[in-house]
């Protein structure tokens, strides 16, 4: 059961600032949080992070995370480094799009190792996938990545893409899955 323990708005929302630093969470874990962002894109702990940007050694426990379109438990879109995360986030694209288990939308090259994503990702229409949703043009990697969660189209109209690691490889993406399993 989902209890909130706190309200966060997505880091680099409000100046719409794309996150490129470091983030070391020294495995120290999140609990309860609540973003719940309906009528804009781009939702998670980041509103989006560059192809520099690194976030490691973080878990995001009981938490819920809902936007309108491109939501991830960690960010909504971009790319980067993700290593040593868990998260088992609710985690619903509402107003349709994509939603995915730690990076909604990747957009730039990215890098996922030792993830497990336990939690739920939902969307109304279009895209949802375990570790991302949408992978556009992009060079990805997941090595030793877990996927124990679900993932939900909610409604009854509209196409859909779901997959457990990717919701979708699109235009000319490239992915390498290695060590993986769910």
Not at 76 to 87: A, N, P, Q, V
Request: hydrophobic fraction near 35%; aromatic fraction near 8%; charged fraction near 15%.
């Amino acid at each position: 059961d989902y209890t909130p323990e706190f309200t966060l708005t997505p880091a680099g929302k409000s100046s719409e600032t794309i996150f490129a630093g470091t983030l070391n969470g020294k495995g120290f874990s999140l609990n309860g949080v609540h973003i719940s962002e309906t009528t804009t894109a781009n939702t998670g702990l980041f509103w989006k992070t560059a192809e520099t940007s690194t976030i490691k050694k973080l878990k995001l426990t009981n938490s819920y995370i809902e936007g309108k379109q491109y939501v991830g438990s960690i960010s909504g879109r971009g790319g980067g480094t993700f290593s040593e995360i868990y998260s088992d986030a609710v985690v619903k694209a509402s107003g349709s799009n994509v939603s995915g288990g730690i990076l909604g939308y990747t957009e730039l090259s990215a890098t996922f190792d030792t993830i497990e994503f336990a939690g739920h990702a939902a969307v109304t229409t279009n895209l949802a996938g375990g570790i991302t949703a949408d992978i556009n043009g992009v060079v990805v990697t997941m090595t030793n990545c877990h996927v124990s969660g679900t993932i939900e189209k909610l409604g009854t109209t509209g196409h859909m893409n779901m997959g457990m690691m990717a919701g979708r490889v699109n235009d000319a993406g490239d992915l390498t899955i290695e060590k993986c399993f769910i």
